[in-house]
Nanobody, 118 residues
């Protein structure tokens, strides 16, 4: 099983980035996918969730209207489009998978760093 996150980098405040996560080794369309982030000295938080079918998404309040999560089950990919980035979005971002309808995230990617400069 592998979740490979990519797309992080340095971006100016107000800019955009799209993160990608490639999944392999499990039946992707049986799993809900989440994006999490963890900033230095802070707890990990979930910024978005997309259910297995892609029909429902959920967001952390602070990113609503700015971040969009999507998935392509044919390609085993999940994405996080991030717009209007600010310094508070600086963190390492992780993708994770939970069996659909479940609560425990059982597979985790290695993380990709997003740094927003002012």
């Amino acid at each position: 099983v592998q979740l490979q996150a990519s797309g992080g980098g340095l971006v100016q405040a107000g800019g955009s980035l799209t993160l990608s996560c490639a999944a392999s080794g499990f039946t992707f369309n049986n799993y809900d996918m989440g994006w999490f982030r963890q900033a230095p000295g802070k707890e990990r938080e979930r910024v978005g969730l997309i259910i297995w079918s892609g029909t429902n998404t959920y967001y952390l309040d602070s990113v609503k209207g700015r971040f969009t999560i999507s998935r392509d089950n044919a390609k085993n990919m999940v994405y996080l489009q991030m717009n209007s980035l600010n310094k508070e979005d600086t963190a390492t971002y992780y993708c994770a998978a939970r069996l659909r309808g479940g609560s425990l995230y059982v597979y985790w990617g290695q993380g990709t760093l997003v740094t927003v400069s002012s």
